[in-house]
C-alpha cells in the first residue's frame, strides 16, 4: 500500500516543485530581467523570427506527415497478423529510447549527398540533408511513435459492431472509415498530432545535425538559438526565447486537454 495522503501529497507537491515548478519560475524570473522594450526587440529580431518559423512550419509538417502514415501504422499492427509483428511494433519505440543526438548524426549522414539515401536524390538534384527537407524527415521520425501509440489504443477498443451495423446499412468501406471509424479516430489523432507538433517545436538533438543551421538559408531552429544564447552567457536573453516555447507548449497542452475533456463527455454521454 502507497503511504497515506497527507504524506502522499507532500510527496507529490515536493516533486513537483522541484522537477516542475522551480525550474518553469526561473525561466520566468530570468525573462523578467529584460525590459519589455528590450523582449520585444529580441523576439521581432530577424534571426530569432526565421528560427520560429522554421520550427514551427518544419513541425506542423511533420506532424501532419505523421497523423497520415501513423493511422496506416497504427491499423497494421491491430488489424492484421504477420511475421515479425511484434518486432514491428517494438520499432515504433525506438525514437523513444535512441539518443536524439545518435538519431541526428545517423539521419545527416544517411540523407546526406554522400550518404544511401541522399546520394541516390542528390543525383537527381535534391539535397536533403541541412535543409528544411532533412528538417522535416527528422521530426517525422522522432514524432511518429506520439501519434500511433496515441491511436493503436483506440482501434485496439473500437466496437466492431459499429462497422457491422455500417456495412448492414449499405454503407461502403470507404464510407465506414471515413464516417464511423475515422470519427472515433479523431480525438486521438489530433492528440497525437498535438504531440508530435510540441515534440518538435523544442527538439534540438535530432535536428541540430541534420539542419545545417544556416542564418543565410533559414535552417537554425529555436532551440539552436537558444543554445547560441547560451553560449554567449546571455541567459536572460535565452530564458525569454524559452518563455515563448513555454506559452506555446502550455497552449498545446490546453488544446489537448480539451480534446481530452470533450472526449470524455461523448463516452459518457453514450
Same mark, same amino acid.
Given at each position: 500500500?502507497?503511504?497515506?495522503?497527507?504524506?502522499?501529497?507532500?510527496?507529490?507537491?515536493?516533486?513537483?516543485?522541484?522537477?516542475?515548478?522551480?525550474?518553469?519560475?526561473?525561466?520566468?524570473?530570468?525573462?523578467?530581467?529584460?525590459?519589455?522594450?528590450?523582449?520585444?526587440?529580441?523576439?521581432?529580431?530577424?534571426?530569432? +523570427?526565421?528560427?520560429?518559423?522554421?520550427?514551427?512550419?518544419?513541425? /506542423?509538417? %511533420?506532424?501532419?506527415?505523421?497523423? #497520415? *502514415?501513423? $493511422? &496506416?501504422?497504427?491499423?497494421?499492427?491491430?488489424?492484421?497478423?504477420?511475421?515479425?509483428?511484434?518486432?514491428?511494433?517494438?520499432?515504433?519505440?525506438?525514437?523513444?529510447?535512441?539518443?536524439?543526438?545518435?538519431?541526428?548524426?545517423?539521419?545527416?549522414?544517411?540523407?546526406?549527398?554522400?550518404?544511401?539515401?541522399?546520394?541516390?536524390?542528390?543525383?537527381?538534384?535534391?539535397?536533403?540533408?541541412?535543409?528544411?527537407?532533412?528538417?522535416?524527415?527528422?521530426?517525422?521520425?522522432?514524432?511518429?511513435?506520439?501519434?500511433?501509440?496515441?491511436?493503436?489504443?483506440?482501434?485496439?477498443? +473500437?466496437?466492431?459492431?459499429?462497422?457491422?451495423?455500417?456495412?448492414? /446499412?449499405? %454503407?461502403?468501406?470507404?464510407?465506414? #472509415? *471515413?464516417? $464511423? &471509424?475515422?470519427?472515433?479516430?479523431?480525438?486521438?489523432?489530433?492528440?497525437?498530432?498535438?504531440?508530435?507538433?510540441?515534440?518538435?517545436?523544442?527538439?534540438?538533438?535530432?535536428?541540430?545535425?541534420?539542419?545545417?543551421?544556416?542564418?543565410?538559408?533559414?535552417?537554425?531552429?529555436?532551440?539552436?538559438?537558444?543554445?547560441?544564447?547560451?553560449?554567449?552567457?546571455?541567459?536572460?536573453?535565452?530564458?525569454?526565447?524559452?518563455?515563448?516555447?513555454?506559452?506555446?507548449?502550455?497552449?498545446?497542452?490546453?488544446?489537448?486537454?480539451?480534446?481530452?475533456?470533450?472526449?470524455?463527455?461523448?463516452?459518457?454521454?453514450?
Amino acid at each position: 500500500m502507497i503511504p497515506g495522503f497527507g504524506l502522499s501529497l507532500g510527496i507529490t507537491v515536493l516533486m513537483l516543485s522541484v522537477l516542475i515548478l522551480i525550474p518553469l519560475v526561473s525561466v520566468l524570473l530570468y525573462s523578467l530581467k529584460l525590459s519589455p522594450a528590450q523582449f520585444a526587440r529580441l523576439l521581432t529580431n530577424e534571426n530569432v +523570427l526565421f528560427a520560429f518559423a522554421t520550427s514551427i512550419t518544419c513541425s /506542423l509538417i %511533420a506532424a501532419l506527415i505523421n497523423c #497520415f *502514415f501513423g $493511422i &496506416i501504422l497504427a491499423w497494421v499492427l491491430v488489424r492484421y497478423d504477420f511475421p515479425g509483428k511484434r518486432i514491428l511494433d517494438g520499432v515504433i519505440e525506438l525514437p523513444f529510447c535512441l539518443p536524439t543526438a545518435v538519431a541526428g548524426i545517423t539521419l545527416s549522414k544517411l540523407y546526406s549527398d554522400s550518404g544511401w539515401v541522399g546520394g541516390l536524390f542528390s543525383r537527381v538534384g535534391v539535397k536533403i540533408s541541412y535543409t528544411h527537407i532533412g528538417l522535416v524527415l527528422a521530426l517525422i521520425f522522432i514524432g511518429i511513435p506520439f501519434v500511433v501509440r496515441a491511436i493503436v489504443p483506440v482501434l485496439e477498443n +473500437l466496437d466492431p459492431q459499429l462497422e457491422e451495423a455500417a456495412y448492414a /446499412l449499405g %454503407a461502403s468501406s470507404r464510407i465506414t #472509415f *471515413f464516417k $464511423i &471509424i475515422l470519427s472515433e479516430l479523431r480525438p486521438a489523432l489530433l492528440t497525437g498530432f498535438a504531440l508530435a507538433f510540441a515534440r518538435g517545436v523544442g527538439e534540438y538533438g535530432s535536428v541540430i545535425y541534420i539542419s545545417g543551421n544556416s542564418a543565410k538559408d533559414h535552417t537554425q531552429v529555436i532551440s539552436y538559438v537558444i543554445m547560441q544564447k547560451l553560449n554567449y552567457m546571455d541567459y536572460a536573453s535565452a530564458t525569454a526565447i524559452a518563455l515563448v516555447l513555454l506559452l506555446i507548449s502550455f497552449g498545446i497542452l490546453f488544446f489537448i486537454n480539451v480534446i481530452q475533456i470533450r472526449q470524455s463527455r461523448r463516452t459518457n454521454f453514450r
